[in-house]
């Protein structure tokens, strides 16, 4: 019974880390309580400073900004009204003539469509203003599909 109490001399506990090549049993304990810090921790920590930004200025604090708005209000851009569209082969383009009628893809009555710019901004109806035609605005686009088309240089 004497033998069974007894461990044998090579038996490996399992509960004692082995130490690394080179330490002592008193280094490894030290290693366990407190990691090791990297050698080049001498070096400098890096300055941190605010970013410092240009203050804003009210739309309306200096006139600036209405002065470059201002500049813009006589330019000049091409409005067109798109009736409807439609496709034919070149032959039957060559066979137009006077009193010819071009089929649309857009039904009577439909609204058309406001082009501002080649870009489509509204859709409306047609009218007659003093023997001249018109169009009257029933429906603007909406602000998000408008900036979506600009994407679409179509």
């Known amino acids: 019974m004497a033998n069974e109490a007894q461990q044998p001399e090579n038996?490996?506990?399992e509960d004692q880390p082995t130490p690394a090549a080179g330490e002592?049993?008193?280094e490894e304990k030290e290693s366990v309580l407190s990691p090791r810090e990297p050698e080049e921790q001498s070096e400098a920590e890096?300055?941190?400073q605010k970013a410092e930004f240009e203050k804003f200025q009210s739309p309306g604090g200096n006139g600036i900004s209405e002065q470059k708005i201002e500049?813009?209000?006589d330019?000049?851009?091409?409005?067109?009204?798109?009736?409807?569209?439609?496709?034919?082969?070149?032959k039957?383009?060559?066979?137009?003539e006077r009193g010819t009628i071009i089929e649309l893809d857009k039904m009577a009555g439909e609204p058309v469509d406001l082009?501002?710019?080649?870009?489509?901004?509204?859709?409306g109806e047609v009218v007659?203003?003093?023997?001249?035609f018109g169009v009257r605005i029933t429906n603007l686009l909406n602000p998000d599909d408008r900036i979506k088309s600009l994407g679409n240089m179509s």
């Open 71 to 73: 500049m813009l209000l």
């Open 92 to 96: 039957e383009i060559l066979e137009l």
């Open 128 to 132: 007659v203003v003093d023997k001249h």
């Open 24 to 26: 002592t049993p008193e």
């Open 115 to 123: 082009y501002i710019n080649n870009k489509k901004m509204a859709e």
């Open 46 to 48: 890096p300055e941190i």
């Open 11 to 13: 038996e490996v506990v």
């Open 75 to 90: 330019v000049v851009l091409p409005v067109t009204v798109e009736l409807g569209r439609s496709r034919m082969f070149i």
